[in-house]
């Protein structure tokens, strides 16, 4: 799989910002999105160190899926150290080369790409799934476990599956609060690039059929902590 990364890898915060200001406009929020996808690929990363994110070295892995039967169709792994230090709303500068040279080892390409992180809902409105969108060209959701920013009601919140509740910022919609399975936590779902919404939700619930995380994330999150623990790629 080809990518064009239009940028340098910053160094620093300042230079990390201004990538983030100019590519912003990039990003498309209103879709469509594929409607029907017949590859979708889900993309995590695991740390060394403390396990949440500050560590030096990390594994990303990237899982292509059948959309329509969820079985893996390819995957690809990526270990590295990254050099960015860490800095909240700038996560994906740690993150993103190494998910970048994961996908360059896919002959698959994904119709649509699932991370487990935000895309619009950030504080700059710019996370890893605007950026891996903008990037790669390919429809991108973020599907996070726990919100960065934004607020909603609880108590709006259905305890179905598929009740959902928009995710505000300022007065700004910046993605849905998503309930995958009854009764369970829900899920922080917001667009990247080439999706809109109702999209990218809908998409979600047919990738989460019986847990709460989508089996794009879950299979994505074991694969990097196994290259983890190997220290291969």
């Not at 993150?95 to 895309?119: F, I, M, Q, W, Y």
Request: glycine fraction near 10%; charged fraction near 25%.
């Amino acid at each position: 799989m080809q990518i064009d990364v239009p940028h340098e890898w910053p160094a620093g915060e300042a230079q990390a910002l201004e990538i983030q200001d100019r590519l912003r406009a990039r990003a498309d929020h209103r879709g469509p999105g594929p409607r029907e996808p017949r590859f979708v690929a889900g993309l995590d990363v695991a740390y060394a160190g403390d396990g949440n994110g500050k560590g030096d070295r990390v594994a990303a892995a990237v899982v292509v899926l059948d959309a329509r039967t969820l079985a893996p169709v390819e995957q690809a792994t990526a270990v590295a150290e990254t050099s960015f230090p860490y800095i909240p709303g700038l996560f994906a500068f740690r993150e993103l080369p190494a998910l970048v040279e994961a996908l360059r080892k896919l002959s698959t390409v994904p119709d649509l790409l699932v991370c487990d992180g935000h895309g619009l809902a950030h504080t700059r409105r710019f996370g890893l799934a605007c950026h891996l969108g903008v990037i790669t060209g390919i429809p991108t959701a973020g599907v996070a476990k726990t919100p960065f920013t934004g607020s909603y009601d609880p108590a709006a919140l259905g305890p179905e599956r598929g009740a959902s509740v928009p995710l505000d910022d300022g007065g700004e919609t910046v993605g849905r609060v998503l309930r995958t399975q009854r009764g369970v936590k829900p899920v922080y779902v917001s667009t990247g690039h080439r999706i809109d919404l109702d999209t990218a939700c809908r998409h979600v619930l047919a990738l989460a059929p019986e847990y709460r995380l989508p089996q794009t994330t879950r299979l994505a999150d074991r694969l990097c902590r196994d290259a983890l623990a190997s220290g291969g790629a």
